[in-house]
């Protein structure tokens, strides 16, 4: 058990199993590392060591010596992220949402029908399943700016199971969100190519989903792979978003036997491939309404000389 904060973290093989914190009123409580509410220190006992009964638990809370052996923390059981339904609100304000930041319709009904993009009232889901169609994995996007929690993963997600977006299954990218991927398909449409597939791991520092056999075929399929960086707010986030992305690719080399290319945007094309296509897109809106303009000033020109001068005279 370590201490980090206000929090207890209990850890299992390396990861955290269980975080503990204390409330206000002095009392602590638990959950698992799938956001499953337990309950106050007796009942993580408990827990962790099944069969152990009230009284033992409050004994080895009061730190008394013990002659039970202390076995491993035991995994906590999870759940699969349960969907919400989604109304037809719920999927039209998505749609306007994703189109708001340059997706395209095309890319947006693509998605849908992987069912790697799904709605629920105020957010987008980008969802990843497991080999029997199952949703292991559920990251929410908001869709309201004021909404005080701009992405969370739903309760019971596993990032091992990542959202695909099915593409050219010689092009292979890695991203580290789902904007990015409906993102990246445009990009390549515009540039009159293939739209690649696109593995969205969840972040830089996730690599538990390339252990999966069915994410192991598509890299070992690809001609050429590649993992996509992001520009950072600072250099300390830049520093370890680099090595996380770095050890990703390290991996896919290890099971591909082949090199990896690493790309990350240049700063002044912004932080990501979401911003990257969302400023291509108001560049072309740009433009698009500068001809508009243009057409409307040289029509306005041709009307006035079919006219003839009609202005003062000053002749004598």
């Known amino acids: ?23 206000q009123d002095g009392r602590w409580l638990w959950c698992d590392r799938y956001g499953n509410d337990g309950g106050d220190n007796i009942d993580l006992v408990r827990e962790i060591e099944p069969g152990t009964g009230y009284a033992e638990a409050v004994y080895r809370l009061s730190g008394a010596p013990t002659v039970r052996q202390q076995p491993r923390p035991s995994e906590p059981k ?20 994703l189109k708001g930041r340059g997706i395209s ?40 700016p004021a909404d005080p929690v701009q992405k969370r993963d739903l309760r019971g997600s596993d990032k091992i199971y990542p ?16 904007p990015d991927a409906l993102a990246l398909h445009d990009i390549a449409k515009r540039s ?15 690599r538990s989903f390339l252990e999966r056999d069915d994410v192991q075929a598509i890299l070992k399929r690809a001609e050429r792979v ?23 690719a390290q991996r896919v080399a290890e099971i591909t ?21 969302a400023r291509q897109v108001a560049e ?15 029509n306005r020109e041709l009307s006035r000389k079919s006219r003839g001068y009609d202005g003062p005279s000053f002749g004598r």
């Open 1 to 23: 058990m370590k201490r980090e904060g206000r929090h207890l973290s209990v850890k299992a093989g390396g990861d955290e199993a269980y975080r503990v914190t204390r409330q």
């Open 257 to 277: 036997g082949r090199e990896v290319r690493q790309w990350t945007p240049k700063p002044e094309q912004g932080k990501d491939l979401a911003d990257i296509n």
């Open 192 to 206: 009159g190519q293939q739209p690649p597939t696109v593995i969205v791991s969840g972040g830089a520092n996730v």
């Open 163 to 178: 959202p695909i977006l099915p593409g050219d299954p010689a092009k292979v990218w890695i991203v580290e969100g789902g």
């Open 78 to 97: 999870r759940q699969p992220p349960q969907l919400p339904a989604q109304g037809l609100a719920a999927r039209e304000h998505g749609r306007d949402y």
């Open 226 to 248: 590649t993992v996509a960086g992001e520009n950072e707010k600072n250099p300390e986030a830049q520093a370890k978003a680099d090595a996380g992305h770095q050890k990703q």
């Open 284 to 298: 072309i809106e740009r433009k698009r309404q500068a001809e508009i303009e243009a057409e409307r000033a040289r």
């Open 105 to 144: 319709p095309d890319t947006i009904e693509h998605a849908e029908k992987a069912g790697m993009v799904r709605y629920a009232d105020g957010g987008v889901l980008f969802v990843g399943y497991d080999h029997t169609g199952t949703a292991q994995n559920a990251t929410r996007r908001a869709i309201a």
